[in-house]
């Protein structure tokens, strides 16, 4: 027997701090419910499981991005909406503006309205945010991360929505007249697009036209128009009763009377015959001809005159080439007219001039043809905003005007107008809730990733805690056993003192 070396108790010891270090670590995974607490407890299973939580964690910030990106996707989409309302509107403006039931005043109103809504399409357009992102200027560009890894994200653009990028927007336009001869007392602009014009005038002195007998007695003859101040060139029948007392030969007009539909109707006139070898008749209208006398005549006569009235020829040149290049037709202002519009109605470059036909003819027959009054126009364009770096908005989009429902041609067109701009818009709608709906299905797979990933980490990281206290206990019991095992081996040596005994 020995007593400086006790193996049972070694033993006993050794199978003690065994059991003691499995219940600690027993204790940590139960207090903490997890089964790896540190890389010692499964270095492999450490690794893969942190590999996995990234993932994890990744997948649930993918989610909150989607649900951002929808956010944003909502906002625009609502604001798009309240475009498409004042669309609609304008489009209605439009067609109550096509119908001639409207007067010059009533479309004056309508225009109005127009512009005001043009200008809350744009205001929408600078306004709408998200994020201080601006989402209907142009410029947004996102791309939005909806995964866990690199490279996987989608992207969404979103165009313009301003008045301007719309095409309902119309230009302010401020006309200046610059008047070198008072010949043209003013211009009036009748459309907005005319810019940097002249007008130019020449006058037609257009001589006495014939006056074809057709019942003369003595064979055919012609007596001279002298004037004619009608508004157009026309055919009148006139009845002549006169006299011979001016002379052999020579017949005065006594009385006389005028048909303008072939001799169905016939319309007295006032004559005079005063001068001396021929006489003037006043038509009802205020029309002057000047008959001669004809010595073939009989006292009762017949005349058909071909009368043409003396007149204006106006028509819009453009400045850009020294007045050479024609806008629309030549337009004939008679003498009894103090206005007349020209240019082109139909490409909306159109003026009115009004005149005095007495001071433009004196002007004309001094210079031989008058070309002096001139038009300066500035038009102030709408604008689309300004993009700059990032897609940042450095100019804001500006709508002066709405489109133009000023006439019925110009309100039939802009009905067309309108259509498509509400086709853009609902184009722009249309994305929008297609990519709403794709991040919503790509939220619902982000989610069910997560969590068959936070599954499968969770088999590897957590404490099956059921197991764990089985093992917790077995080892608490060989704790017990091998404190009262130690305690009997360290008991053995005593037995040498009753050798010494």
């Not at 007392?185 to 037609?204: E, L």
Request: proline share 0%; charged share 15%.
């Amino acid at each position: 027997m020995i007593v400086n070396t006790n193996i049972a108790s070694l033993n006993a010891q050794r199978s003690l701090t065994g059991t003691n270090n499995a219940m600690q670590k027993s204790l940590e995974k139960l207090s903490s419910g997890s089964r790896i607490n540190k890389a010692a407890d499964d270095a492999a299973g450490l690794a893969i499981s942190e590999k996995m939580r990234g993932q994890i964690k990744g997948l649930s910030q993918a989610v909150r991005n989607a649900q951002s990106a929808i956010s944003l996707i909502q906002t625009g989409e609502g604001a798009l909406n309240e475009t498409h309302s004042i669309l609609q509107r304008m489009r209605e403006l439009a067609v109550q503006s096509a119908s001639d039931t409207n007067t010059a005043d009533d479309r004056t109103k309508i225009q109005a309205e127009m512009d005001q809504l043009a200008k809350e399409i744009s205001r929408i357009s600078n306004t709408t945010e998200f994020n201080t992102q601006n989402l209907l200027a142009g410029g947004l560009n996102d791309t939005f991360h909806i995964g866990a890894n690199a490279g996987q994200n989608i992207s969404l653009t979103v165009n313009a929505m301003d008045a301007q990028s719309l095409g309902v927007a119309g230009a302010l336009v401020d006309t200046t007249f610059t008047n070198t001869n008072t010949a043209v007392t003013s211009i009036a602009t009748t459309s907005s697009n005319v810019s940097g014009y002249y007008v130019s005038a020449t006058k037609t002195a257009t001589a006495a036209s014939a006056v074809t007998q057709s019942n003369a007695l003595g064979g055919a003859g012609t007596a001279g128009v002298g004037s004619y101040t009608g508004s157009s060139d026309t055919t009148f029948k006139v009845k002549i009763t006169g006299t011979n007392d001016e002379g052999a030969g020579v017949m005065e007009v006594t009385s006389a009377a005028y048909s303008t539909d072939g001799g169905t109707t016939w319309i007295n006139a006032s004559v005079d015959s005063s001068g001396a070898g021929s006489s003037t008749i006043t038509l009802a209208n205020g029309a002057t001809l000047a008959v001669a006398s004809d010595a073939q005549n009989a006292v009762d006569d017949t005349y058909t005159y071909t009368a043409s009235a003396e007149y204006l020829s106006f028509q819009l040149n453009s400045a850009a080439n020294g007045g050479g290049t024609r806008i629309g037709s030549i337009v004939k202002a008679y003498n009894n007219e103090s206005s007349v519009q020209i240019g082109s109605s139909t490409t909306n470059q159109a003026v009115t001039v009004n005149f005095a036909f007495a001071t433009v003819k004196a002007a004309i027959a001094v210079a031989g043809t008058y070309e002096g009054d001139q038009i300066t126009q500035t038009s102030t364009s709408s604008t689309a905003a300004t993009i700059g770096a990032n897609g940042t908005v450095t100019t804001d989009a500006v709508a002066y005007k709405g489109v133009d429902v000023t006439t019925q041609a110009n309100a039939n067109l802009s009905i067309t107008t309108i259509d498509n701009a509400i086709k853009t818009v609902s184009q722009e709608r249309s994305k929008l809730g297609a990519m709403q709906n794709r991040l919503e299905h790509t939220i619902n797979n982000l989610q069910a990733a997560s969590e068959n990933l936070t599954s499968a980490e969770s088999s590897i990281r957590d404490v099956d805690m059921a197991a764990e206290m089985s093992t917790f206990t077995k080892n608490q019991i060989l704790s017990q056993a091998g404190v009262a095992m130690l305690a009997q081996a360290n008991q053995v040596p005593q037995a040498v003192l009753k050798l010494l005994g």
